[in-house]
Each structure stands twice: as structure tokens, then as C-alpha cells.
């Protein structure tokens, strides 16, 4: 048996233009390890949409060569934008290859058709993919569907069944020193925002890493690709305290000094001030801050405090106290509770004493018909329940199966959100010292390192043209190796 599986860093829209990713997929490095623990010979291919049609066909048959149980699959993105090209190219290669077996993973709902796709996955399914290569019976892991899809694999929903991810790289992955590698502290997260999707939220025992692993990822990256710049998944990175211990405590026996880029909550911080010298041990010096709203009764309903002014404090001590940070900080236009002056009046607070970084801000979307409960928000289980009307459909997502719906509130609806959420995302960007969010600006500086900050919003695209060179010769490496084989 051989597997092959294929993940894709797409193009984004920024305030600045078009920017190409730069930080690889850890999940589907994940998925190779375990397989390559197997004893499978298995390896990936990233980027795979840059690599041309005759280009990455050949490259495929030359490693599949005549093998008799060949294996792709694809890490899916959670639009979906990559699903059709994918099924274009299998189709491709089955001329050559008619008993390739097809394997979809990483989305978040149902994909796929059983015409084309063998087996599929949703969510976090390491622990399932385990038992299949060790060929034992996962069907309790069935997640019921239509019959036009593929048969589909899920964990429990609400269940934490595998660990955290921090894969090792091999020197046939060929990455760069400017791209930033993706490591996980811990799985799960404490609290319940009311408008979150995310998987394994309100689960008060978080699983945390192994030292020696999270160490032996970082110490890797470094050492075969010279790669410094580590972008941390956690949902929220400083809901306790021990992770920044254990962070700050791998950090201390590596010999190199690295950056994180990490999603922390402010208003956590503004409860537990001293996390600040915690952040800074633990070298996480580009943060993303969702502040969603700065109104008392909104940020109740939302679960996320009572007490925006704790919240701003919290902005000023991290500027006071850790000046060299990059904080962005986001919120969401069309909250239940809120209302277009006071969204202005804070908007002006954090531009006038130049609070953040930089800011931005995205209207609410409600979604439905997502047939996976573990990324339904509480919003979209039951908007009326937190004061929204469905009024209509906004868009049907016809990769995933689902739409997001039109509604309105108190004070606004889904098109009023839309028109001032792209009035306040400009006048953020235009005021405060950056246009980029943490995750482009730690990728810009991966790529560009060593400037200020505002530096980027004039050099965005030198940012583009050196990623641009590193696929191409990214692509160059894989290809001539996998054609070797």
C-alpha cells in the first residue's frame, strides 16, 4: 500500500491585496506520520494546485509506479474551493491508475460523491484513520448521511478521542526557513462562546501536548529547515495558565529563539494580568485578539464577560508592557444588544491611544442545513433565542451543502452588517499602524523579516513574489523526488 495525500495553501483577499499563504497544513503532515508509523510508505504533496496538470500527474504516477493498493487523498479546505479541481484530477489519474482508491478529509460537513470518493472523514479524525490502517472495524464511527455520498467517519460529537498535533518534517517535505510551521499546545477549549463553531469548545479538561513532541517538532523544523516562525492552533491559547508553561518551558531548552502567533483572549488577560509576563516567556509576540464587542450587555450575551473596560485595560497594559507585540484585534458587526454609535465610539477609543496594532472587523453570519451539531454555533441552533429573525438565504454553499441565511435584530440586519462592517473595517485599517490581521503579518514577516510593522502595507507584494519563488522551487524538489522514487 502507498498513500499519497494532497493540501493546498490558497490566496486570501487582505486590506493590502491578494496574499498568498505561506503556513503549511499540519493536519495533513499529521496523517502521513501515521501512516509512515505503519510502516505505509506515505508522503504529501503541498501546493498542489500551483503545480500544473502534467507536471503533478506524472510526479503521482512515477511514485504510485505499480503499486497494487494505491491511496490519495485530499486535506480539503473549509470552503471547499479545492473539492472539484481534486475530483478532475482523479478522474485524470484513474486512466492510468483505474484501482486508485480516493480518500476525503479535513472538512467540517459531508463531502463528496460515492461515484468518484471511496471513504471519507469529518473533523478530527486521526484516532478513526489509526484503527483503518490497523484494519479493525471503525463502523461505529459511521456518521449518517444521504446515500449519494461516500461512506463518512466521525468521532462523538463533543469527544476529545486523539491529541494534540505537532508533526514532525522530513527532508522530503523541502520547506523553507520563511514559511511557518503549525503546532498545537493543546486540544479543546473551556469556554462556550455563543457564536463559536469550533469543535471541542465548553470542554473544561483540555488535553494538553507532550513536552517531548511539542519540543521535538519545533527543535526539527528548526533544524533541518531553519524555520523559526510557529503559528499555534489553539482556539485559545491562554484560557490556562499551563500552557504557557509548558511553551515557555520547551522554549527554554531549544537553542534558537522562536515566535508564535497565537489567538489570546483579552478579556482573560484583563482578569489575570500577570499572563502578560506568561506571553512574553512564552515568546508569543503576534496576537489575535477577538474582541467581537466593547458593549456591556453584548459581551454577556455572547459569553465573553461583562466588562469591555477590563478588556481595554488589558490592550493598554500588553502596549505598556510588551511594546514590541503585534496585536490585531477583531469585531463582529450586527451583535444582538449593540448599535452602530457605540461600535464607532470604541472604534475611535482604540484609534485614538492607538490600542492595537491593527484592527478589523467581519458582520455576523448565521449558517444552516450544516449536519455536523459540533460546528453549529449556539447562534445557529437557535437564533431567535439570542434575538435574530431568519428572513431569507444569503448565499447556498453548494461545495458543503449548506447556506447562510439572512436575518435581523434589534438594531440592524445581515445587509445593514455588511455595510457597516466594511465602513469600520476600513477606517481601522486606515488608522492604526498596520492593515494586516496576526496571521498575515506573521506571515508577511516570515517572508520579509526584520521591519516595522507598517513597513508591509507599502511591500506587500515583494511578500508575494518571494512565496511565489519558494513554490516554484518547492514544487522542483518534490517533483524530481517523488519521480526518483
Known amino acids: 500500500m502507498k498513500f499519497l495525500l494532497l493540501s493546498d495553501l490558497g490566496t486570501k483577499p487582505t486590506r493590502g ?17 501515521l501512516a509512515n508509523n505503519h510502516g505505509i510508505e506515505a508522503t504529501n504533496i503541498d501546493y498542489w494546485r500551483d503545480w500544473g496538470t502534467a507536471v503533478i500527474r506524472d ?6 509506479s505499480d503499486d497494487e493498493e494505491p491511496w490519495i487523498g485530499l486535506s480539503g479546505s473549509i470552503d471547499g474551493s479545492s473539492t472539484n479541481q481534486f475530483k478532475i484530477l482523479v ?33 478530527r479524525s486521526g484516532n478513526i484513520f489509526t484503527q483503518w490502517l490497523q484494519k479493525k472495524d471503525i463502523s461505529k464511527y459511521v456518521f449518517p448521511h444521504e446515500v449519494a455520498l461516500p461512506i463518512t467517519y466521525k468521532n462523538p460529537h463533543g469527544k476529545i478521542l486523539e491529541q494534540p498535533v505537532a508533526p514532525l ?14 503546532v498545537e499546545i493543546a486540544l479543546g477549549c473551556k469556554f462556550n462562546c455563543s457564536f463559536c463553531g469550533y469543535d471541542f469548545r465548553n470542554n473544561k479538561n483540555p488535553v494538553l501536548i507532550d513536552e517531548e513532541q511539542l519540543f521535538n517538532s519545533i527543535k526539527s523544523a528548526h533544524d533541518k529547515f531553519g524555520i523559526t516562525n510557529f503559528v499555534l492552533a489553539d482556539d485559545t491559547i491562554n ?17 534558537f529563539e522562536p515566535s508564535y502567533m497565537a489567538f489570546v483572549r483579552a478579556d482573560v488577560l484583563g482578569a489575570k494580568p500577570r499572563q502578560i509576563e506568561l506571553l512574553q516567556n512564552a515568546r508569543i509576540n503576534s496576537m489575535f485578539f477577538g474582541i467581537e464587542s466593547l458593549t456591556p450587555e453584548v459581551t454577556k450575551m455572547i459569553r465573553k464577560g461583562g466588562k469591555p473596560e477590563r478588556m481595554l485595560d488589558s490592550l493598554r497594559m500588553i502596549k505598556n508592557e510588551y511594546p514590541e507585540a503585534f496585536t490585531f484585534g477583531n469585531l463582529i458587526i450586527g451583535l444582538t444588544g449593540d448599535n452602530e454609535k457605540s461600535i464607532w465610539d470604541n472604534c475611535n477609543k482604540i484609534i485614538d491611544e492607538q490600542l492595537l496594532t491593527s484592527g478589523g472587523c467581519n458582520p455576523l453570519r448565521l449558517y444552516n442545513n450544516l449536519e455536523n451539531p459540533d460546528v453549529e454555533s449556539d447562534f445557529d441552533k437557535d437564533p431567535e433565542k439570542f434575538g435574530y429573525e431568519i428572513i431569507g438565504t444569503d448565499r447556498e454553499w ?34 492604526l499602524e498596520s492593515k494586516f490581521t496576526s496571521h498575515e503579518i506573521f506571515g508577511l514577516q516570515s517572508l520579509m523579516p526584520g521591519e516595522k510593522w507598517g513597513w508591509y502595507n507599502q511591500h506587500f507584494n515583494l511578500a508575494n513574489q518571494r512565496r511565489n519563488k519558494i513554490v516554484r522551487q518547492y514544487i522542483k524538489n518534490k517533483s524530481e523526488w517523488m519521480q526518483s522514487r
Do not use: C
Open 17 to 33: 491585496g491578494l496574499l498568498r499563504n505561506n503556513s503549511r497544513a499540519s493536519g495533513a503532515l499529521h496523517i502521513v506520520q
Open 59 to 64: 510526479s503521482i504516477l512515477a511514485w504510485f
Open 91 to 123: 478522474h485524470l489519474l484513474k486512466k492510468e491508475i483505474p484501482h486508485l482508491k480516493v480518500i476525503l478529509g479535513g472538512y467540517r460537513v459531508p463531502v463528496g460523491e460515492s461515484s468518484w470518493v471511496d471513504m471519507a472523514f469529518i473533523g
Open 169 to 182: 518534517l522530513k527532508e522530503e517535505d523541502f520547506w523553507s526557513p520563511h514559511e511557518t510551521h503549525t
Open 239 to 255: 484560557e490556562v495558565d499551563t500552557k504557557l508553561e509548558l511553551l515557555a518551558k520547551v522554549n527554554d531548552q531549544l537553542d
Open 398 to 431: 453548494e461545495e458543503l451543502g449548506y447556506s447562510s441565511q439572512l436575518w435581523k435584530n434589534d438594531w440592524t440586519d445581515s445587509n445593514g452588517a455588511d455595510s457597516i462592517a466594511e465602513k469600520v473595517d476600513v477606517y481601522l485599517g486606515e488608522n
